[in-house]
């Protein structure tokens, strides 16, 4: 996973799966919440604010800049377990 510089207020995740893995494949399989500060309590993965659907083996998604996140996808290894 990597984070861009911010641009405009925004700033770009990204991750890249080992190979072997990928996203699963259903709709915003990929959660991201941003954070002023620590928290003790990150919400359920569901209620973030940032939702979006991966697909392949990499993908993006554009949250706005903030000193803290929480980030959450749902990957399977190829060929199952």
Do not use: E
């Amino acid at each position: 996973m990597t984070f861009s510089a911010p641009v405009d207020g925004w700033v770009t995740i990204t991750i890249d799966h080992n190979p072997g893995w990928r996203f699963d494949p259903v709709c915003n399989n990929v959660a991201a919440q941003d954070y002023a500060a620590p928290t003790a309590g990150v919400a359920a993965p569901d209620s973030f604010a940032h939702q979006a659907c991966f697909g392949g083996p990499a993908d993006s998604i554009l949250v706005p800049l903030s000193n803290y996140y929480a980030v959450h996808a749902n990957g399977k290894r190829q060929g199952g377990f």
